[in-house]
């Protein structure tokens, strides 16, 4: 399975679909950063391995942004209360 990624990821179709999506060749950095991350965490034991995980996860910024009933509704009025006026 990983030796298929990673010909994937070297092939000629891979680099030239992300150089015409993104513009640029992909150096793979992500995607090796991940396997290497991945093998390593496969030789810990499942404690500490949940362990990793949690600490990881707490560490992470969340991609929501949480908001009080009336920040959220400042806010909505802000972005979307110039729909109101169109009627």
């Not at 990673?6 to 950063?33: E, F, T």
């Not at 707490?58 to 949480?66: A, G, Q, R, V, Y």
Request: charged share 25%.
């Amino acid at each position: 399975m990983y030796i298929y990624m990673v010909i994937h990821w070297a092939a000629p179709v891979h680099q030239m679909q992300q150089y015409y999506r993104v513009g640029v060749l992909d150096n793979c950095y992500g995607k090796w950063s991940a396997l290497w991350d991945c093998l390593y965490l496969k030789t810990k034991p499942s404690s500490e391995l949940q362990e990793i995980l949690e600490a990881r996860e707490k560490d992470e910024s969340h991609i929501w942004t949480f908001r009080t009933r009336e920040e959220a509704q400042s806010n909505w009025q802000k972005k979307f209360g110039h729909l109101d006026d169109m009627d």
